[in-house]
């Protein structure tokens, strides 16, 4: 086989992935474009002849009928229809960014790219449409599956991204600093993990490697795992690094800390001091500045500002949680702690007395 051959095997292979994807997102534009004219048109006959549940039953049932063997006209997916043309055709007014054209009707571009199942989560799980964007985005870029994208909605992914206190803007230059902030997080949602609270340091760290694939997740897109307890010969006295990874976008290495405990000073110039090292005994001349993540169990904002304002090495810190707080409904039912102290000291006194 020559080499032209192969070089003109690869070239038609690309070119036909690229075509495939091309053909995905047009046929899936098309289903969109389908799901939104059908819920427009339940959401006008509402408003104009009365249509209630009854009748979209029935339509359910005669489009089921008609088109046999075609999922997707469920009287539940029907209502999901009217509930997606209804929440954008309300809230795309309030959005300030373009948005892209379907028949006629303004639709946000990344919307109409992803599929269905991933839209009716949007809708039913989040209220705000700068929300709901966001998130459709992040699923094309990174190619979230559904589960992924329920997973990143529940964790509050949208407003832990770029929440960690870095000093960044002061020590790197403004393209690798905008996306280096966006990158970390805070707190990290550490709940795949079934850790004890008095945790440490090496059982957390075991735990995330023992689910590095979730730990990963949970990072974001982009980071390649390095190594564990990394060692570095420095002055011939051995050091080791909990965590390193390197950021395929911001092309460098990523130093990781981990802290059980309350965030102190001295974290930071520990870590000033092993992304020195690293910078100068693996950093390939071609990569970025290496950059510091310390994710401890909690931190004082304060504290850190003053801990990163004179720091010449480019660090963040953020806290960490192994379990999400109760969900609202839950919590509103559950008796406040005050409340339970004062029940378990009336029944202590009461079994006192007798």
């Not at 048109?41 to 489009?63: K, Y």
């Not at 000093?167 to 403004?174: D, E, K, Q, R, V």
């Not at 090495?313 to 004062?342: F, I």
Request: glycine share 6%; hydrophobic share 40%; with cysteine.
């Amino acid at each position: 086989m020559s080499t032209t051959y192969r070089l003109t095997l690869d070239q038609l292979k690309n070119r036909i992935r690229t075509a495939q994807i091309k053909a995905a997102i047009s046929v899936n534009r098309e289903l969109i474009a389908l799901y939104w004219d059908i819920g427009k048109l339940i959401a006008e006959r509402q408003q104009t002849e009365g249509w209630g549940r009854s009748t979209v039953e029935r339509l359910a049932a005669d489009l089921k009928h008609e088109f046999e063997g075609v999922s997707g006209f469920s009287t539940q997916n029907l209502w999901y229809m009217r509930g997606f043309y209804l929440a954008w055709t309300r809230d795309v007014k309030e959005l300030q960014q373009p948005v892209g054209d379907l028949d006629g009707e303004n639709l946000p571009q990344p919307v109409a790219e992803i599929p269905w199942g991933h839209n009716i989560q949007l809708v039913t799980k989040i209220k705000d449409p700068a929300e709901r964007i966001w998130y459709a985005q992040k699923t094309l870029e990174n190619g979230w599956s559904r589960n992924v994208l329920v997973h990143q909605i529940e964790s509050d992914l949208y407003r832990r991204q770029g929440g960690a206190i870095s000093n960044f803007h002061a020590t790197l230059p403004a393209p690798q600093s905008d996306l280096a902030h966006q990158l970390l997080k805070d707190p990290y949602t550490f709940d795949f993990l079934t850790l004890a609270e008095a945790v440490q340091e090496r059982d957390l760290e075991q735990g995330l490697i023992d689910h590095i694939q979730k730990f990963l997740l949970e990072l974001g897109m982009g980071f390649a795992f390095v190594g564990r307890q990394y060692h570095l010969d420095v002055g011939g006295e051995d050091f080791y690094l909990d965590l390193l990874f390197y950021h395929l976008q911001l092309r460098c290495y990523v130093v990781i800390d981990l802290k059980v405990e309350k965030f102190k000073p001295e974290f930071a110039g520990k870590m000033n001091f092993y992304l020195a090292a690293v910078d100068d005994l693996i950093r390939h001349p071609n990569d970025q500045p290496s950059i510091g993540l310390i994710i401890c169990k909690e931190r004082n904002r304060v504290i850190v500002e003053y801990s990163l304002r004179d720091t010449r090495k480019p660090m963040g810190v953020a806290e960490y949680v192994l379990t999400q707080r109760l969900p609202t409904n839950l919590s509103e039912k559950l008796p406040a702690v005050t409340d339970l102290a004062a029940t378990i000291n009336a029944e202590a006194i009461v079994t006192r007395d007798r």
